[in-house]
């Protein structure tokens, strides 16, 4: 079902792609109590090159500094899970919307459409977003383990194609 123009910029597209993963928690206090940026990490080890992972508390600031940080190392997309939420402390979303130059609400749509199939109408309460700062792709996930394999799931074989189109 993919166009001749999706499969011609996917052969153009550079497997050789940098990941970050943020992941924010007042909750969890180390990586190995992650299990949601744990599982993104391996199923990302295995396609692409993981160069950084956070584990930092819902602060606006510490979730920024984060982004910055991974830009400057050259990161080319950046994931991030938890603080998604209703609750106050969370403010994933409107801190990195707040930083894109392009949303690509399709990543949202997809996203709750898919939640929508596997958990009904608690897809609803997701709020799931991407876009690009800095030349740089950013995908925000909820933080649940499942949601993150969900997610995954969408974009994982596409993530050198979004690389390819924003490095241009």
Known sequence: MKSESSQQHQKESSKDITC?????SDSRKSKKADLSGQ???EELESRYTLKSR????DEKDELVNSI??????DIDVILTTGGTGLDPRDITVETVES???KKLDGFGEMFRAKSY??????ALLSRATAGIYKKTVIFSMPGSPNAVKTAL????DELPHFVHHVKK
């Open 20 to 24: 970050g993963i943020i992941t924010l």
């Open 39 to 41: 599982y993104m990490a």
């Open 54 to 57: 956070d584990l930092i508390p």
């Open 68 to 73: 910055e940080n991974m830009i400057l190392e």
């Open 99 to 101: 930083l894109f130059e």
């Open 117 to 122: 199939e596997e958990i009904g109408a608690a």
């Open 153 to 156: 799931g969408i974009i994982i």
